[in-house]
């Protein structure tokens, strides 16, 4: 069995996108499984930043197919973008893409009620995308799937009743504008006939594909604390990017998966509200956050950014049955002069078993730090483990035992000879 899970392994924003392209080349199929496009995976190939929302990773690797699985809400808009963005940089995606027919479409109405969510007395800190309002839909068995296009009358009566709901909240709750059926029909039978070269009964193309011998990595969005059954809740995400939602999102029964891939970065960020035990405040967070150009990828906020947690990433790696792991932006880290690590938390002063999830307890949570000595000097130019600082192989030593796994991959800068394989 050859079929891989990669998963971020802390808030999101660990470099997933990098790592996906530097794996890839080892393999046949890449899948997105989650998420939409509320998420950026960034690579940089010859100095060319990309960023891509929705597609996977792996359309920049000549002859690796990529699929959107059902567990991906789609953006007509954003998709056709992302299409156009890469037939202009001369990448091909006709016969390499393929998108599951079962996959929900984020309609404008979502992304509206998404915004005026954000108005109220409780923000979660969404990107406005429409995502969370999208997959409300789907699990109360009203969203419009990519296969409902396909039937043109009913696709009409679906859209109209939805809106005529969606209109009474918009309009006597929130006082907003109300929205134009015809128009919504129309656009969206357009982007079908856009997009319906790509359009595929996935689990079959993937089932197909593993009998044959291929090999798939199953690439998540955002990061194992924003699931929204196993993360900081409520100020997570509204699907399941821990690996068990790769199953879930692209059909693929457990018992294909035969390893599960963590990306990690060397300090912790997490973008939006919620509790962040080791969070660097004023002067030394927003310091970390310019050396790391600590800045998301779809929206451009600024990431808080904190200390190494390994207590955090003990609990990810039990809950996704992670085995190896890719460090990512180790090289930020080497401005300081000591750096410091949780290895637990204490609550009301006694020392925690396991990890907590509620967000009441996370906000009293005091980390217990180890402080280890910084290495001081550029490290963005090695290419040989045995090449670091002393200092620098310490911490990775110590990351990896007090959390738990295996490195095999560190990043030291963006670019994909900027990567050393252990």
Same mark, same amino acid.
């Given at each position: ?11 999101g ?5 990098k ?9 046949? %199929? ?6 939409g ?7 940089? $190939?010859?100095?060319?930043?990309? $960023? ?39 990448? @091909? ?11 929900? &479409? $984020? ?23 429409? $995502? ?26 679906? %859209? ?49 594909a593993?009998?044959?011998?291929? =090999?798939?990595?199953?690439?998540g969005?955002?990061?194992?604390? &924003? ?43 997490? @973008? ?6 080791t ?39 039990? %809950? ?86 295996? %490195? =095999?991959?560190?990043?030291?800068g ?5 990567t050393?394989?252990?």
């Open positions: 069995m050859s079929v891989s899970v990669l998963v971020g392994s802390q808030w924003d660990e470099g997933k996108g790592i996906v392209d530097i794996l890839c080349d080892r393999f046949d %199929i890449v899948v997105r499984f989650q998420g496009a509320n998420a950026g995976h960034t690579i940089v $190939i010859d100095d060319q930043q990309y $960023i891509l929302h929705l597609i996977p990773s792996g359309i920049l690797r000549e002859g690796v197919n990529c699929v959107i699985g059902n567990g991906v809400v789609i953006d007509p808009q954003a998709l056709l973008d992302e299409i156009k963005l890469l037939e202009d940089h001369g990448f @091909v995606v006709k016969g390499r893409l393929f998108i599951s027919h079962n996959a929900h &479409l $984020i309609m404008p109405y979502h992304k509206i009620l998404d915004s005026l969510n954000e108005t109220g007395d409780i923000k979660i800190g969404t990107t406005g995308r429409g $995502i969370g309002p999208c997959y409300i839909d789907k699990y109360a068995r009203k969203g419009i799937r990519i296969v409902d296009l396909l039937d043109r009358v009913e696709l009409e009566k679906k %859209i109209r009743a939805n809106i005529e709901e969606k209109n009474r909240l918009i309009k006597n709750v929130y006082n907003g504008e109300e929205l134009d059926v015809e128009k919504i029909v129309e656009e969206y039978l357009a982007f079908d006939e856009a997009i319906d070269q790509y359009i595929t009964d996935v689990p079959t193309y993937l089932d197909n593993i009998k044959s011998g291929k =090999s798939v990595l199953m690439e969005a955002q990061g194992a604390l &924003l699931d929204v059954d196993f993360g900081t809740y409520p100020y997570v995400t509204s699907s399941n990017p821990t690996s068990g939602g790769a199953c879930i999102g692209a059909g693929v029964p457990p018992t294909q998966i035969s390893s599960v891939f963590g990306i990690v970065k060397a300090y912790t960020t997490r @973008v939006g509200y919620g509790p962040f035990p969070e660097m405040l004023g002067d030394d967070g927003e310091e970390l956050r310019q050396w790391g150009a600590e800045f998301g990828a779809t929206t451009g906020r600024p990431r808080r950014c904190g200390w190494y947690d390994a207590f955090l990433l003990n609990y990810s790696r039990m %809950i996704n049955g992670i085995e190896r792991v890719a460090i990512t932006k180790l090289d930020v880290l080497s401005n300081m002069d000591e750096i410091k690590v949780c290895i637990g938390y204490e609550l009301d002063g006694k020392r925690l078993k396991s990890f907590p999830t509620t967000t009441s307890q996370l906000e009293k949570i005091v980390p217990i730090y180890e402080t280890l000595p910084g290495w001081k000097t550029d490290i963005t130019e090695v290419r040989n483990y045995d090449d670091f600082p002393a200092e620098t192989k310490n911490y990775l030593s110590f990351i990896a035992e007090h959390s738990g796994f295996e %490195i =095999s991959i560190i990043s030291v963006p670019k994909r000879d900027q050393i394989e252990l």
